[in-house]
């Protein structure tokens, strides 16, 4: 099974502010690594897949890197809807598998 | 505007059984793949169960396996997943969720339900 890290736990930032999470795989999942958002009580939010290919309706502030076993989720400027939790999952091999999520808070 | 709809947790004892269901709109629901996915404060997102758009394979998480069982009726834009021998561990917010390709294998989820709770306990 592939372990993803997500780092740091917690982010505490600013309105404003870049953003940058990071996902590490356990072995190579190639490129297919998708990113999700979850906000209190509601579902997870698909924001990228294939490591950088935007979601629908997603805003350009989210973009997404990297390939292998290392990613990167950046949003270049914090938005106050922006602070929730961030999850990565892969979709390389079985089974299916996510992060353990990132959640980023209002300094 | 995709929506998906569980239905079916609650309260159960441990050993006992429990169906959810799912229903779909706003999408071609037999072009795709779809699975669960359940949520625990203490495990996180954990992939489930899928199925891919006309049942033909499905694939379960280890733990699941032989325990529950996924379906769909694709004349009702519906999912199930039968759940049997249930644990303390399976207590989680049980979400639907839909693939963006026919097969189930290699999957991201690009719509989510807003989950259905399951308690195990006696």
């Known amino acids: 099974e592939i372990v993803l890290t997500q780092s740091p736990a917690t982010l505490s930032l600013s309105p404003g502010e870049r953003a940058t999470l990071s996902c590490r795989a356990s072995h190579s999942v190639s490129d297919y690594l998708a990113w999700y958002q979850q906000k209190p009580g509601q579902a997870p939010r698909l924001l990228i897949f294939?490591?950088?290919n935007r979601a629908t309706g997603i805003p350009a502030r989210f973009s997404g890197s990297g390939s292998g076993t290392d990613f990167t989720l950046t949003i270049s400027s914090l938005e106050p809807e922006d602070f929730a939790v961030y999850y990565c999952?892969?979709?390389?091999?079985?089974?299916?598998?996510f992060g353990g999520g990132t959640k980023v808070e209002i300094k | 505007e995709v929506q998906l709809v569980e239905s079916g947790g609650g309260l159960v004892h441990p050993g006992r059984s429990l169906r959810l269901s799912c229903a779909a709109s706003?999408?071609?629901?037999?072009?795709?793949?779809m699975h669960w996915v359940r949520q625990t404060p203490g495990k996180g997102l954990e992939w489930v169960s899928g199925?891919?758009?006309?049942?033909?394979?499905?694939g379960y998480a280890e733990s699941m396996q032989g325990r529950f069982t996924i379906s769909r009726d694709n004349a009702k834009n519906s999912l199930y997943l039968q759940m049997n021998s249930l644990t303390l561990d399976d207590t989680a917010l049980y979400y639907c969720?839909?693939?963006?390709?026919?097969?189930?294998?290699?999957?991201?989820?690009?719509?989510w339900g807003q989950g259905t709770l399951v308690t195990v306990s006696s």
């Open positions: 969720s839909k693939g963006p390709f026919r097969g189930w294998t290699h999957n991201y989820f690009d719509s």
């Open positions: 999952q892969q979709r390389n091999n079985w089974p299916l598998s």
């Open positions: 294939d490591a950088s």
């Open positions: 199925i891919d758009w006309n049942s033909g394979t499905k």
């Open positions: 706003g999408f071609t629901f037999d072009d795709y793949a």
